[in-house]
C-alpha cells in the first residue's frame, strides 16, 4: 500500500505535467505588465482595489488569449505530450449539413469555410479553453510559488545555512526548528511535500484537460458522423467486393471444370470458357484494385468529401452490362433465359449499378446451389418500379457431373437486403414450388427523360 501511494511521484510523467503548469504561469508574465497599466493610471485607489483590478485584467488578457484557435491547438498538442491525455484533434471535423435536394452531405474539414449558424462552429465551446487557460496559470503559479517556497526550504534548513529558522505555531503551541536532527527530518518533509504538490497540480491539470481541452459536443457529434460514414462506406465496400469477387470465383471455378471436359471432346468450346475465366478475371481485378485504393486513401486520411465517388476509375456496371454478366454465366454450362420487359436501359444512376450487383449475386446463388437446370432471369423496368427475378431450380446433380460444393459466408442475402433497404425497396427469397428457388426484387424508380 506504502509503495503504491509513493508510485506517482516516482514517475517521470508527474513532474514533466507539472512543469507544464509552470511554464503558463511563466508565458503569463508579460500579459502581467499589461495588467499593470490601469493600476499605473489609477495610483488614487486603495490597495486592495488596485490589486482586484490588476487580477480581473490579468486574467481577461489570458482568457482573451484563449480563444484564439492556434491556442488550442498548442495545448492540446502539449497536454498529449505533457500529460499524456488522450485528446482528438481540436475540430477535426464538422457535423454534416444537408441539403434540401441533395440530402445528406459528408463531413465537411475543418480547414473549410463554416457555414453561419453551423453546430460545429468553435463558438459553441469557445469558452471552455480560455477556463481551462486561467485554471492551468492559476495552477501554475500556485504549485510554483508552494512547491519553490517548499525547495527553499528543504535546501536552507539542514545546518542552519544562511542562518535559516523555521518557526512553527498551531493551536496555541509553538515550536522552532534551529539545526540538528529536526531540520533535516522538515527539509525531508519540505521535499516530500514539493513532490505531492506536483502530483496535485498535474492531477488537477490531466483530470480537467479532457473536459475543458475535449471535444465539444458538436464535435463529439461530427467525429460519430465521421465514424458512420467511414463505417457506411467500408460496408458498401465489402458488398462491392463479396458480389464482384464471389461472382467471379464461383463462375471461374465451373468454367474451368467445363472447359477440363470439353478440352478433348470440343476444343471450341473449351477455348471459349478459357477466354470467359481471362474476362471474368480481368473484371475482378479491376474491382479489387478499386477497393483497395480507396481503402489505402481511408487509411491515409488524404480523401475528401465524395472520395468514394470519384477515386479514380470506379467501376460502374449497370444494366447495360447485363448480356456480358449472362454470358460469363452461360460459360459455366447453365442455361440461361432471360427476359427483358420496359426500357431497363433507361435506368441510370445508383438503382442501375444496384440492380446489376443484385442480378450478379443472384445468379452467382443459382450457380452455386442450384441443380444446373435452366436459370430464368426477368428484368421489368415499369413507370413506378423496377422488378427484378431470378429462378432457379433446385436439388439433382449439377450438369458437369461434378459435385459443387462452394463455401458460402452466409453473407449474400443478408447483404442484398440492405441494399435493397437502402434503395426502399422490396425483396423476397426463397421456395416457390417443390424444386425452384426464386429471388424477388421490387426497386420503386424514376426513368429518366
Known amino acids: 500500500m506504502m509503495i503504491k501511494a509513493l508510485r506517482p511521484l516516482l514517475r517521470r510523467s508527474t513532474y514533466t505535467g507539472a512543469l507544464f503548469a509552470y511554464s503558463a504561469a511563466l508565458a503569463s508574465l508579460p500579459l502581467l505588465s499589461f495588467a499593470l497599466l490601469p493600476a499605473l493610471a489609477w495610483r488614487s485607489a486603495p490597495e486592495g482595489v488596485l490589486f482586484v483590478v490588476v487580477l480581473v485584467v490579468w486574467a481577461a488578457l489570458i482568457a482573451l488569449v484563449g480563444l484564439a484557435r492556434t491556442t488550442r491547438r498548442v495545448l492540446v498538442l502539449a497536454a498529449r505530450r505533457l500529460l499524456h491525455v488522450v485528446l482528438p484533434e481540436p475540430s477535426a ?43 492551468h496559470v492559476t495552477l501554475g503559479w500556485t504549485g510554483a510559488l508552494a512547491s519553490g517556497l517548499l525547495l527553499f526550504l528543504a535546501l536552507a534548513l539542514p545546518g542552519g545555512w544562511l542562518s535559516a529558522e523555521l518557526a512553527l505555531s498551531l493551536f496555541g503551541r509553538s515550536a522552532r526548528v534551529t539545526g540538528g536532527w529536526q531540520s533535516w527530518a522538515v527539509a525531508l518533509a ?15 491539470l490531466r483530470w480537467s484537460a479532457p473536459r475543458l481541452l475535449g471535444p465539444s459536443t458538436a464535435e463529439r457529434l461530427a467525429l460519430a458522423a465521421d465514424r458512420e460514414r467511414r463505417l457506411a462506406e467500408r460496408n458498401r465496400l465489402a458488398h462491392e467486393l463479396h458480389d464482384s469477387i464471389g461472382h467471379t470465383l464461383t463462375t471461374t471455378t465451373i468454367q474451368a471444370a467445363v472447359a477440363g471436359e470439353l478440352m478433348s471432346t470440343d476444343p471450341a468450346a473449351a477455348r471459349a470458357a478459357l477466354r470467359s475465366i481471362e474476362e471474368s478475371a480481368r473484371a475482378a481485378l ?39 454478366l449472362l454470358e460469363r454465366v452461360r460459360h459455366t454450362g447453365a442455361v440461361v433465359e432471360w427476359e427483358l420487359s420496359g426500357e431497363p436501359t433507361r435506368v441510370r444512376g445508383t438503382l442501375s449499378r444496384a440492380a446489376y450487383r443484385i442480378l450478379q449475386e443472384g445468379l452467382t446463388n443459382a450457380v452455386r446451389h442450384g441443380s444446373g437446370g435452366p436459370i430464368a432471369v426477368r428484368v421489368t423496368a415499369g413507370p413506378d418500379a423496377l422488378e427484378l427475378d431470378v429462378v432457379n431450380e433446385t436439388g439433382g446433380a449439377p450438369r458437369t457431373g461434378r459435385p459443387r460444393a462452394f463455401p458460402t459466408s452466409g453473407h449474400g442475402l443478408p447483404g442484398l437486403a440492405e441494399r435493397v433497404r437502402l434503395l426502399h425497396g422490396e425483396i423476397d427469397a426463397g421456395p416457390d414450388g417443390p424444386r425452384r428457388w426464386r429471388l424477388a426484387v421490387r426497386l420503386p424508380v424514376r426513368l429518366s427523360a
Do not use: F, N, Q
Open 93 to 135: 471535423v464538422r457535423p454534416p449539413t444537408t441539403s434540401p435536394d441533395a440530402g445528406p452531405v459528408a463531413a465537411v474539414p475543418a480547414g473549410s469555410p463554416a457555414s453561419p449558424g453551423s453546430p460545429a462552429s468553435p463558438a459553441s465551446g469557445r469558452w471552455r479553453t480560455p477556463l481551462w487557460l486561467l485554471l
Open 190 to 204: 519540505c521535499l516530500l511535500l514539493a513532490a505531492v504538490v506536483c502530483v496535485l497540480v498535474t492531477r488537477a
Open 286 to 324: 479491376e474491382d479489387l484494385d478499386y477497393v483497395l485504393g480507396v481503402l489505402r486513401e481511408r487509411e491515409t486520411e488524404t480523401e475528401t468529401a465524395g472520395t468514394a465517388e470519384s477515386a479514380g476509375a470506379a467501376p460502374t456496371r449497370t444494366l447495360a452490362d447485363l448480356p456480358e
